[in-house]
Protein backbone atom coordinates (compact mmCIF):
# COMPACT_ATOMS: atom_id res chain seq x y z
CA UNK A 1 0.00 0.00 0.00
CA UNK A 2 1.22 3.11 -0.85
CA UNK A 3 0.98 6.08 1.80
CA UNK A 4 -1.71 8.93 1.15
CA UNK A 5 0.32 12.46 0.22
CA UNK A 6 -1.04 15.14 -0.52
CA UNK A 7 0.98 18.07 -1.74
CA UNK A 8 0.69 21.85 -0.34
CA UNK A 9 -0.24 22.73 -4.45
CA UNK A 10 -0.73 20.74 -7.41
CA UNK A 11 -1.50 21.48 -11.16
CA UNK A 12 -4.26 19.59 -12.28
CA UNK A 13 -6.66 19.36 -15.28
CA UNK A 14 -9.74 21.48 -13.97
CA UNK A 15 -11.61 22.19 -15.32
CA UNK A 16 -11.30 18.93 -17.97
CA UNK A 17 -10.14 19.75 -21.06
CA UNK A 18 -7.87 22.70 -19.78
CA UNK A 19 -4.39 21.54 -20.43
CA UNK A 20 -5.33 20.49 -23.91
CA UNK A 21 -6.64 23.98 -24.64
CA UNK A 22 -3.49 25.37 -23.42
CA UNK A 23 -1.23 22.80 -25.05
CA UNK A 24 -2.71 23.94 -28.32
CA UNK A 25 -2.44 27.52 -27.48
CA UNK A 26 1.64 26.81 -26.85
CA UNK A 27 1.78 25.28 -30.36
CA UNK A 28 -0.06 28.66 -32.27
CA UNK A 29 2.40 30.68 -30.87
CA UNK A 30 5.73 28.75 -31.91
CA UNK A 31 4.57 28.19 -35.39
CA UNK A 32 3.33 32.06 -35.64
CA UNK A 33 6.67 33.58 -35.39
CA UNK A 34 5.54 35.96 -33.39
CA UNK A 35 7.07 35.29 -29.85
CA UNK A 36 7.14 39.38 -28.38
CA UNK A 37 4.56 41.32 -27.97
CA UNK A 38 2.26 41.27 -30.64
CA UNK A 39 -1.29 40.50 -31.39
CA UNK A 40 -1.95 37.53 -28.70
CA UNK A 41 -0.32 39.58 -26.10
CA UNK A 42 -2.90 42.46 -27.31
CA UNK A 43 -5.31 40.37 -27.28
CA UNK A 44 -5.07 39.07 -23.69
CA UNK A 45 -4.97 42.72 -22.84
CA UNK A 46 -8.43 43.57 -24.09
CA UNK A 47 -9.83 40.13 -22.28
CA UNK A 48 -8.16 41.06 -19.38
CA UNK A 49 -9.06 45.22 -19.27
CA UNK A 50 -12.93 43.19 -20.10
CA UNK A 51 -12.79 41.14 -17.35
CA UNK A 52 -11.78 44.03 -14.78
CA UNK A 53 -13.81 46.62 -15.97
CA UNK A 54 -11.02 48.89 -16.33
CA UNK A 55 -9.40 50.80 -19.39
CA UNK A 56 -6.28 49.16 -19.88
CA UNK A 57 -3.84 46.29 -19.26
CA UNK A 58 -0.32 45.99 -19.97
CA UNK A 59 1.27 42.89 -19.73
CA UNK A 60 4.47 42.92 -18.10
CA UNK A 61 7.27 40.39 -17.29
CA UNK A 62 5.77 39.51 -13.64
CA UNK A 63 3.90 40.60 -10.80
CA UNK A 64 7.09 42.54 -8.67
CA UNK A 65 7.60 44.47 -12.28
CA UNK A 66 4.02 45.08 -12.43
CA UNK A 67 4.20 46.82 -8.68
CA UNK A 68 7.51 48.84 -9.83
CA UNK A 69 6.12 50.10 -12.85
CA UNK A 70 2.60 51.39 -11.32
CA UNK A 71 4.68 53.05 -8.47
CA UNK A 72 7.12 54.67 -11.45
CA UNK A 73 4.07 55.96 -13.54
CA UNK A 74 2.67 57.30 -10.61
CA UNK A 75 5.62 59.53 -10.21
CA UNK A 76 6.43 57.60 -6.55
CA UNK A 77 10.11 58.26 -6.16
CA UNK A 78 13.25 58.94 -3.76
CA UNK A 79 12.28 60.76 -0.41
CA UNK A 80 8.40 59.24 -0.71
CA UNK A 81 6.75 57.00 1.49
CA UNK A 82 4.54 54.82 0.88
CA UNK A 83 2.48 52.81 3.52
CA UNK A 84 2.54 49.01 2.76
CA UNK A 85 0.74 46.10 4.89
CA UNK A 86 3.33 45.08 7.17
CA UNK A 87 2.16 41.17 6.60
CA UNK A 88 2.34 41.14 3.06
CA UNK A 89 4.74 39.08 0.15
CA UNK A 90 7.76 40.59 0.45
CA UNK A 91 7.43 41.60 -3.36
CA UNK A 92 5.55 44.82 -2.38
CA UNK A 93 7.99 46.40 -0.27
CA UNK A 94 10.58 45.47 -2.68
CA UNK A 95 9.30 47.15 -5.19
CA UNK A 96 9.02 50.58 -3.24
CA UNK A 97 12.57 50.25 -2.45
CA UNK A 98 12.82 49.76 -5.96
CA UNK A 99 11.44 52.54 -7.02
CA UNK A 100 13.55 54.62 -4.49
CA UNK A 101 11.40 55.20 -2.10
CA UNK A 102 10.17 54.67 1.46
CA UNK A 103 7.91 51.88 2.58
CA UNK A 104 5.83 52.36 5.94
CA UNK A 105 4.85 49.29 7.30
CA UNK A 106 0.85 49.25 8.80
CA UNK A 107 -0.93 46.56 10.87
CA UNK A 108 -3.51 44.40 9.10
CA UNK A 109 -7.01 43.73 10.49
CA UNK A 110 -6.61 40.70 12.84
CA UNK A 111 -9.96 39.15 10.85
CA UNK A 112 -9.54 39.62 7.53
CA UNK A 113 -5.93 39.88 7.66
CA UNK A 114 -6.36 43.12 5.36
CA UNK A 115 -5.04 46.55 5.77
CA UNK A 116 -7.72 48.86 6.64
CA UNK A 117 -7.80 52.48 6.62
CA UNK A 118 -7.78 53.03 10.11
CA UNK A 119 -4.12 51.39 9.96
CA UNK A 120 -3.33 53.36 7.22
CA UNK A 121 -4.12 56.45 8.44
CA UNK A 122 -1.99 56.15 11.32
CA UNK A 123 1.31 55.79 9.52
CA UNK A 124 0.21 59.05 7.40
CA UNK A 125 3.44 61.82 7.36
CA UNK A 126 4.07 64.43 5.47
CA UNK A 127 6.21 62.49 3.17
CA UNK A 128 3.73 59.86 2.14
CA UNK A 129 3.04 59.54 -1.38
CA UNK A 130 1.24 56.43 -2.18
CA UNK A 131 -0.97 53.58 -0.65
CA UNK A 132 -0.94 49.84 -1.64
CA UNK A 133 -3.73 47.80 -0.09
CA UNK A 134 -2.61 44.00 -0.91
CA UNK A 135 -6.07 41.59 -0.97
CA UNK A 136 -4.38 38.88 0.59
CA UNK A 137 -4.97 35.22 0.50
CA UNK A 138 -7.73 36.04 -2.06
CA UNK A 139 -10.18 38.46 -0.27
CA UNK A 140 -10.87 42.38 -1.76
CA UNK A 141 -9.80 44.79 0.74
CA UNK A 142 -12.42 47.00 2.21
CA UNK A 143 -11.76 49.81 -0.34
CA UNK A 144 -14.43 52.85 0.08
CA UNK A 145 -12.19 53.35 3.37
CA UNK A 146 -8.84 53.27 1.27
CA UNK A 147 -10.43 55.49 -1.50
CA UNK A 148 -11.07 58.06 0.76
CA UNK A 149 -8.24 58.45 2.23
CA UNK A 150 -6.42 58.00 -0.74
CA UNK A 151 -8.53 61.04 -1.78
CA UNK A 152 -8.57 63.25 1.07
CA UNK A 153 -4.76 63.15 1.45
CA UNK A 154 -4.20 63.08 -2.27
CA UNK A 155 -2.84 59.74 -2.50
CA UNK A 156 -2.05 57.38 -4.82
CA UNK A 157 -4.02 54.24 -4.86
CA UNK A 158 -1.99 51.39 -6.16
CA UNK A 159 -3.81 47.85 -5.62
CA UNK A 160 -1.73 44.65 -5.49
CA UNK A 161 -3.86 42.13 -6.68
CA UNK A 162 -2.00 39.20 -7.36
CA UNK A 163 -3.74 36.71 -4.67
CA UNK A 164 -7.14 37.98 -5.57
CA UNK A 165 -8.23 37.91 -9.36
CA UNK A 166 -11.53 37.71 -10.08
CA UNK A 167 -12.41 38.91 -6.11
CA UNK A 168 -14.57 41.79 -5.96
CA UNK A 169 -15.51 44.67 -3.72
CA UNK A 170 -19.28 45.59 -3.48
CA UNK A 171 -19.21 43.85 -6.89
CA UNK A 172 -16.64 45.75 -8.56
CA UNK A 173 -13.29 43.99 -9.62
CA UNK A 174 -10.20 43.99 -7.72
CA UNK A 175 -7.79 46.02 -10.03
CA UNK A 176 -10.28 48.52 -11.02
CA UNK A 177 -10.11 50.79 -7.85
CA UNK A 178 -6.77 52.36 -7.50
CA UNK A 179 -4.79 55.02 -10.11
CA UNK A 180 -3.30 51.95 -11.21
CA UNK A 181 -2.82 48.59 -10.30
CA UNK A 182 -0.58 45.49 -10.44
CA UNK A 183 -1.21 41.76 -10.36
CA UNK A 184 1.05 38.64 -11.04
CA UNK A 185 0.82 35.51 -13.39
CA UNK A 186 2.92 33.55 -11.54
CA UNK A 187 2.20 29.92 -11.75
CA UNK A 188 0.31 29.15 -8.62
CA UNK A 189 -2.03 32.19 -8.62
CA UNK A 190 -5.54 31.79 -8.86
CA UNK A 191 -4.78 33.22 -12.76
CA UNK A 192 -1.43 31.69 -13.59
CA UNK A 193 0.75 31.61 -16.61
CA UNK A 194 3.10 28.39 -17.04
CA UNK A 195 6.14 30.82 -15.78
CA UNK A 196 6.92 34.67 -14.50
CA UNK A 197 4.15 37.43 -16.08
CA UNK A 198 1.97 40.13 -14.51
CA UNK A 199 0.05 43.24 -15.39
CA UNK A 200 -0.35 46.78 -14.59
CA UNK A 201 -3.86 47.88 -14.70
CA UNK A 202 -5.62 51.53 -15.18
CA UNK A 203 -8.22 53.56 -15.95
CA UNK A 204 -5.66 57.01 -16.57
CA UNK A 205 -4.86 57.16 -20.13
CA UNK A 206 -1.14 59.16 -18.97
CA UNK A 207 -0.29 56.50 -16.55
CA UNK A 208 -1.04 53.66 -19.14
CA UNK A 209 0.86 55.55 -21.93
CA UNK A 210 3.76 55.82 -19.61
CA UNK A 211 3.38 52.04 -18.35
CA UNK A 212 3.18 50.94 -22.25
CA UNK A 213 6.73 52.60 -22.52
CA UNK A 214 8.42 52.03 -20.01
CA UNK A 215 8.00 48.08 -19.56
CA UNK A 216 9.91 48.29 -23.19
CA UNK A 217 12.85 50.02 -22.70
CA UNK A 218 11.03 53.79 -22.80
CA UNK A 219 10.05 53.82 -26.64
CA UNK A 220 7.07 53.85 -28.07
CA UNK A 221 8.17 53.56 -31.23
CA UNK A 222 10.86 51.30 -31.91
CA UNK A 223 14.51 53.43 -31.46
CA UNK A 224 13.10 56.31 -30.30
CA UNK A 225 13.24 56.76 -26.59
CA UNK A 226 11.12 59.43 -24.55
CA UNK A 227 12.25 57.76 -21.28
CA UNK A 228 14.76 55.31 -19.88
CA UNK A 229 12.45 52.64 -19.73
CA UNK A 230 13.11 48.80 -18.77
CA UNK A 231 12.66 45.40 -20.34
CA UNK A 232 9.44 43.69 -18.45
CA UNK A 233 7.22 42.85 -21.79
CA UNK A 234 4.52 39.81 -20.93
CA UNK A 235 6.28 36.86 -22.63
CA UNK A 236 3.85 36.12 -25.84
CA UNK A 237 3.45 32.58 -24.89
CA UNK A 238 2.08 33.47 -21.63
CA UNK A 239 0.32 35.68 -22.61
CA UNK A 240 -1.60 32.39 -25.06
CA UNK A 241 -1.02 30.76 -21.85
CA UNK A 242 -3.43 33.24 -19.96
CA UNK A 243 -6.29 33.55 -22.54
CA UNK A 244 -7.12 30.33 -22.02
CA UNK A 245 -6.99 30.31 -18.48
CA UNK A 246 -8.91 33.72 -18.44
CA UNK A 247 -11.67 32.45 -19.93
CA UNK A 248 -12.38 29.82 -17.09
CA UNK A 249 -11.14 32.10 -14.23
CA UNK A 250 -14.43 32.42 -13.04
CA UNK A 251 -14.84 28.27 -12.95
CA UNK A 252 -11.35 28.01 -11.14
CA UNK A 253 -12.65 30.61 -8.57
CA UNK A 254 -15.54 29.09 -8.23
CA UNK A 255 -14.17 25.51 -7.08
CA UNK A 256 -11.61 27.12 -4.54
CA UNK A 257 -14.89 28.60 -3.39
CA UNK A 258 -16.42 25.75 -3.18
CA UNK A 259 -14.00 23.91 -1.46
CA UNK A 260 -12.95 26.73 1.05
CA UNK A 261 -16.96 26.25 1.79
CA UNK A 262 -16.63 22.18 2.79
CA UNK A 263 -13.26 23.65 4.92
CA UNK A 264 -15.08 26.54 6.59
CA UNK A 265 -18.43 23.69 7.42
CA UNK A 266 -16.10 21.17 8.74
CA UNK A 267 -13.83 22.85 10.69
CA UNK A 268 -15.59 25.02 13.06
CA UNK A 269 -15.98 25.28 16.44
CA UNK A 270 -12.93 23.44 17.07
CA UNK A 271 -10.72 23.97 20.09
CA UNK A 272 -8.91 27.41 19.23
CA UNK A 273 -8.97 26.85 15.25
CA UNK A 274 -9.76 30.26 13.67
CA UNK A 275 -11.17 30.11 10.19
CA UNK A 276 -10.48 32.67 7.40
CA UNK A 277 -13.25 35.86 8.36
CA UNK A 278 -15.13 37.59 5.09
CA UNK A 279 -15.55 40.79 5.45
CA UNK A 280 -19.33 41.73 4.53
CA UNK A 281 -18.99 43.80 1.31
CA UNK A 282 -16.08 41.85 -0.02
CA UNK A 283 -15.37 38.35 -2.38
CA UNK A 284 -12.74 36.04 -1.40
CA UNK A 285 -10.98 33.81 -3.86
CA UNK A 286 -9.00 31.76 -1.40
CA UNK A 287 -5.81 31.52 -2.99
CA UNK A 288 -4.65 30.78 -0.16
CA UNK A 289 -7.13 29.04 2.91
CA UNK A 290 -5.53 30.61 6.02
CA UNK A 291 -6.23 29.26 9.28
CA UNK A 292 -5.10 29.88 12.90
CA UNK A 293 -3.89 28.20 15.86
CA UNK A 294 -1.73 28.60 18.99
CA UNK A 295 -0.18 25.27 17.87
CA UNK A 296 0.09 25.99 14.39
CA UNK A 297 3.78 24.13 14.16
CA UNK A 298 2.93 21.26 15.65
CA UNK A 299 -0.12 20.95 13.37
CA UNK A 300 1.62 21.59 10.80
CA UNK A 301 4.14 18.52 11.81
CA UNK A 302 1.21 16.31 11.98
CA UNK A 303 -0.65 16.88 9.15
CA UNK A 304 3.30 16.08 7.82
CA UNK A 305 3.26 12.69 9.51
CA UNK A 306 -0.17 12.05 7.53
CA UNK A 307 1.06 12.65 4.59
CA UNK A 308 -0.46 16.13 4.17
CA UNK A 309 1.32 19.34 2.95
CA UNK A 310 0.62 23.02 4.22
CA UNK A 311 2.60 25.93 4.10
CA UNK A 312 2.71 29.56 6.26
CA UNK A 313 2.25 33.00 4.72
CA UNK A 314 4.13 34.22 6.24
CA UNK A 315 6.37 33.08 8.90
CA UNK A 316 8.37 36.48 9.02
CA UNK A 317 6.59 39.62 9.14
CA UNK A 318 8.26 42.42 6.59
CA UNK A 319 9.62 44.47 9.78
CA UNK A 320 10.97 41.47 11.29
CA UNK A 321 13.06 40.08 8.17
CA UNK A 322 16.86 40.86 7.78
CA UNK A 323 17.06 43.06 5.42
CA UNK A 324 14.38 45.57 6.63
CA UNK A 325 16.17 46.04 9.63
CA UNK A 326 16.97 49.38 8.48
CA UNK A 327 13.49 50.38 8.71
CA UNK A 328 14.48 50.26 12.24
CA UNK A 329 11.84 48.27 13.94
CA UNK A 330 11.91 45.22 16.44
CA UNK A 331 9.74 42.32 17.97
CA UNK A 332 6.44 44.30 19.36
CA UNK A 333 6.25 46.81 17.08
CA UNK A 334 3.62 45.40 14.56
CA UNK A 335 1.82 42.97 17.47
CA UNK A 336 -1.02 41.99 14.73
CA UNK A 337 0.98 41.17 12.27
CA UNK A 338 3.28 39.15 14.51
CA UNK A 339 0.66 36.95 16.14
CA UNK A 340 -0.99 36.46 12.04
CA UNK A 341 2.77 35.46 11.68
CA UNK A 342 2.61 32.74 14.87
CA UNK A 343 -0.37 31.50 14.50
CA UNK A 344 -1.63 31.05 10.34
CA UNK A 345 -1.63 27.98 8.94
CA UNK A 346 -2.49 26.85 4.51
CA UNK A 347 -4.54 24.42 4.16
CA UNK A 348 -4.14 22.78 0.45
CA UNK A 349 -6.77 23.84 -1.65
CA UNK A 350 -6.24 24.19 -5.37
CA UNK A 351 -9.01 23.29 -8.66
CA UNK A 352 -8.92 19.74 -9.09
CA UNK A 353 -8.58 18.71 -5.82
CA UNK A 354 -10.63 15.39 -4.76
CA UNK A 355 -13.12 14.92 -2.15
CA UNK A 356 -11.25 12.27 -0.93
CA UNK A 357 -8.12 14.63 -0.32
CA UNK A 358 -10.16 17.09 1.60
CA UNK A 359 -11.70 14.90 3.86
CA UNK A 360 -8.31 13.58 4.73
CA UNK A 361 -7.00 16.81 5.78
CA UNK A 362 -10.43 17.21 7.48
CA UNK A 363 -10.03 14.56 9.06
CA UNK A 364 -6.47 14.90 10.12
CA UNK A 365 -6.97 18.11 11.82
CA UNK A 366 -10.06 16.76 13.96
CA UNK A 367 -8.13 13.48 15.06
CA UNK A 368 -5.11 16.52 16.12
CA UNK A 369 -7.38 18.35 18.31
CA UNK A 370 -9.07 15.48 19.95
CA UNK A 371 -5.61 13.24 20.41
CA UNK A 372 -3.39 16.07 21.36
CA UNK A 373 -5.63 18.21 24.38
C1 LIG B 1 2.95 36.71 -6.02
C2 LIG B 1 2.89 38.07 -5.45
C3 LIG B 1 3.63 39.15 -5.97
C4 LIG B 1 4.74 39.03 -6.96
O1 LIG B 1 4.57 38.24 -8.00
P1 LIG B 1 5.78 37.70 -8.92
O2 LIG B 1 5.10 37.49 -10.22
O3 LIG B 1 6.27 36.46 -8.28
O4 LIG B 1 6.83 38.75 -9.00
C5 LIG B 1 3.40 40.40 -5.44
N1 LIG B 1 2.54 40.59 -4.44
C6 LIG B 1 1.85 39.59 -3.89
C7 LIG B 1 0.90 39.88 -2.78
C8 LIG B 1 2.01 38.28 -4.36
O5 LIG B 1 1.34 37.29 -3.78
Known amino acids: MTQFALPYFAFRD ?7 QVEQALVQVARGNQF ?4 EVEAFEQELAAALQ ?5 GVGNGYDALVIALKAAGVGAGDEVIVPANTFIATVNAVVQAGAIPVLAEPDLHTCNLTAKAASAALTAKTKALIPVHLYGQACEMDELMELAQQYNLTLI ?27 YPTKNLGALGDAGAVVTADADLAAFARMYRNYGQEQKYHNSIIGINSRLDTLQAAVLRVKLRHLPQLNQERQRLAQVYLKALQGIADLILPVTAPDSTHVYHIFNIRTR ?3 ELKAWLSEQGIQTAVHYPVPVHLQEAYTFLGHQRGSFPIAEELAATSLSLPLFPGMTETEQQAVITSIQTFFRTHG
Not at 36 to 39: P, T, Y
Not at 159 to 185: L, M
Open 295 to 297: RRD
Open 36 to 39: ILGE
Open 159 to 185: EDFAQAQGASYRGKPVGSFGHINATSF
Open 54 to 58: TGTAL
Open 14 to 20: FPEGINQ
